[in-house]
């Protein structure tokens, strides 16, 4: 495989707590060729909820995961199914694609939150899930205004000023939150093995510990996985950031993955939460650019996330670890000196358009792809896996026109992280 990033970042076990909380799936490694209607490249959220569609509707359906299950994204996030999916704000999308398309997304965000609570409800997949809603932090006065404008045009909306934070369990160096009313915090492990259940008992066949490592079309398509050959009419691309730069081809430079690194620590008691004045369970993340995302867990820990190192290397790996607990220290002093038990980093999925892909891949007749949800792969990653399988078997997506616009390159080729370190240091600049 070609990958962007050095091997730590691909690390079997990155450290996640997530893994523990599960029994991990037991997926067959393949073993001998087999043919189906559709094969599935990826086992994460996008590639289960597509399986789970398909096999639904009765097509036969064979999904193949590199590692074990719920090794890369879907047990590395923190867990957030909010509303997201693009860095291209709604004001960009609207004016390079038209008011309504740029609704249409904002519905489309708010579905897929919903998509994911309508799993877990009717598969009975407990997800250890809380939270009303997602809250922003102002982490300036400045960006407090903003949502003071923000909550005037959103009536579904709550804005606490900051002399109300720490009534709300929410004290800390804030101008005052935002609450949106959309989305809920879960444990993404317990999540992605209940949709795992449920795609199997539905009649698709997952596979682990077998990589795609050849892609090819006469006719039909063929994978081969594990020296054997998959026969299958369509194909769906369901990688994001721990996609393989040559399968197809096609992909190379399309995306832009990112790390993202999440601390986490011990329990703590109820005394200790007083302390800091963090005592809600609500999920919560700050306006930065470059932002951090936090909440508690059910068991007391708490979760806190940023963006992580430019590579995967010891040294990086070192120093984004020491900024992590500086930045959190900052935010929680009360808490700076309790002890982190996990620490862990996974890829976030960038396009150049700002936005998804979702839809057929150019030039490859029976390919499709669902790409780049830029940070919030638990809600739109999960939805556009099951709308690609919508559109598959026939039936209206509802979703934007602009998302199936195949992404361009971005430039640099594999060199491209390099342009991270300059957008990082002017984001931050601007984060004072």
Same mark, same amino acid.
């Given at each position: 495989?070609?990958?962007?990033?050095?091997?730590?970042?691909?690390?079997?076990?990155?450290?996640?707590?997530?893994?523990?909380?599960?029994?991990?799936?037991?997926?067959?490694?393949?073993?001998?060729?087999?043919?189906?209607?559709?094969?599935?490249?990826?086992?994460?959220?996008?590639?289960?909820?597509?399986?789970?569609?398909?096999?639904?509707?009765?097509?036969?359906? %064979?999904?193949?995961?590199?590692?074990? &299950?719920?090794? =890369? @994204?879907? +047990? #590395?996030?923190? $867990? !957030?199914?909010?509303?997201?999916?693009?860095?291209?704000?709604?004001?960009?999308?609207?004016?390079?694609?038209?008011?309504?398309?740029?609704?249409?997304?904002?519905?489309?965000?708010?579905?897929?939150?919903?998509?994911?609570?309508?799993?877990?409800?009717?598969?009975?997949?407990?997800?250890?899930?809380?939270?009303?809603?997602?809250?922003?932090?102002?982490?300036?006065?400045?960006?407090?205004?903003?949502?003071?404008?923000?909550?005037?045009?959103?009536?579904?909306?709550?804005?606490?000023?900051?002399?109300?934070? %720490?009534?709300?369990?929410?004290?800390? &160096?804030?101008? =005052? @939150?935002? +609450? #949106?009313?959309? $989305? !809920?915090?879960?444990?993404?492990?317990?999540?992605?093995?209940?949709?795992?259940?449920?795609?199997?008992?539905?009649?698709?066949?997952?596979?682990?510990?077998?990589?795609?490592?050849?892609?090819?079309?006469?006719?039909?398509?063929?994978?081969?996985?594990?020296?054997?050959?998959?026969?299958?009419?369509?194909?769906?691309?369901?990688?994001?950031?721990?996609?393989?730069?040559?399968?197809?081809?096609?992909?190379?430079?399309?995306?832009?993955?990112?790390?993202?690194?999440?601390?986490?620590?011990?329990?703590?008691?109820?005394?200790?939460?007083?302390?800091?004045?963090?005592?809600? @369970?609500?999920?919560?993340?700050?306006?930065?650019?470059?932002?951090?995302?936090?909440?508690?867990?059910?068991?007391?820990?708490?979760?806190?996330?940023?963006?992580?190192?430019?590579?995967?290397?010891?040294?990086?790996?070192?120093?984004?670890?020491?900024?992590?607990?500086?930045?959190?220290?900052?935010?929680?002093?009360?808490?700076?000196?309790?002890?982190?038990?996990?620490?862990?980093?996974?890829?976030?999925?960038?396009?150049?358009?700002?936005?998804?892909?979702?839809?057929?891949?150019?030039?490859?007749?029976?390919?499709?792809?669902?790409?780049?949800?830029?940070?919030?792969?638990?809600?739109?990653?999960?939805?556009?896996?099951?709308?690609?399988?919508?559109?598959?078997?026939?039936?209206?997506?509802?979703?934007?026109?602009?998302?199936?616009?195949?992404?361009?390159?971005?430039?640099?080729?594999?060199?491209?992280?390099?342009?991270?370190?300059?957008?990082?240091?002017?984001?931050?600049?601007?984060?004072?």
């Amino acid at each position: 495989m070609i990958r962007l990033y050095e091997p730590a970042a691909y690390a079997r076990d990155p450290g996640s707590f997530w893994t523990g909380t599960v029994t991990p799936p037991a997926w067959p490694r393949l073993d001998a060729p087999l043919k189906t209607d559709v094969a599935i490249i990826g086992g994460g959220f996008t590639g289960l909820n597509a399986a789970l569609t398909l096999a639904q509707a009765g097509t036969r359906t %064979a999904l193949f995961e590199a590692e074990p &299950p719920g090794w =890369g @994204a879907s +047990t #590395r996030n923190g $867990g !957030f199914c909010c509303i997201g999916g693009a860095l291209a704000s709604g004001t960009t999308l609207a004016r390079r694609h038209g008011a309504a398309q740029a609704a249409l997304w904002h519905d489309t965000q708010v579905a897929a939150v919903a998509h994911v609570r309508d799993l877990l409800d009717t598969h009975g997949i407990d997800a250890d899930t809380h939270s009303d809603g997602e809250t922003e932090l102002a982490h300036t006065a400045r960006a407090m205004k903003a949502l003071r404008q923000e909550a005037e045009a959103d009536p579904t909306a709550r804005l606490t000023e900051r002399h109300d934070l %720490a009534a709300q369990g929410m004290a800390g &160096p804030w101008h =005052g @939150a935002l +609450t #949106r009313a959309t $989305g !809920f915090a879960l444990n993404p492990a317990r999540y992605h093995a209940g949709l795992a259940r449920a795609a199997a008992d539905a009649g698709a066949t997952l596979h682990a510990d077998s990589p795609v490592t050849a892609l090819s079309r006469n006719g039909t398509w063929r994978l081969t996985v594990n020296g054997q050959t998959v026969t299958a009419d369509r194909v769906i691309l369901a990688t994001n950031g721990y996609s393989s730069e040559d399968l197809p081809p096609w992909l190379r430079a399309r995306t832009l993955p990112v790390q993202s690194s999440i601390l986490l620590t011990r329990p703590l008691t109820d005394a200790e939460a007083e302390d800091a004045g963090w005592t809600t @369970a609500q999920m919560a993340y700050d306006s930065r650019r470059l932002l951090h995302y936090f909440r508690r867990l059910p068991d007391g820990r708490m979760l806190f996330g940023m963006r992580g190192g430019l590579t995967a290397r010891p040294a990086e790996q070192a120093a984004i670890a020491k900024r992590i607990r500086k930045d959190f220290a900052a935010a929680f002093p009360a808490w700076a000196d309790v002890e982190i038990t996990h620490e862990w980093s996974g890829l976030v999925c960038l396009m150049a358009s700002g936005h998804p892909f979702i839809g057929a891949v150019p030039d490859h007749p029976g390919l499709d792809a669902a790409l780049g949800f830029h940070g919030n792969g638990v809600a739109m990653g999960s939805y556009a896996g099951h709308a690609l399988a919508k559109a598959l078997l026939g039936t209206p997506t509802g979703l934007p026109d602009f998302l199936a616009k195949p992404p361009a390159r971005f430039p640099l080729g594999r060199h491209r992280r390099a342009l991270l370190r300059p957008a990082y240091r002017i984001a931050e600049a601007f984060d004072l």
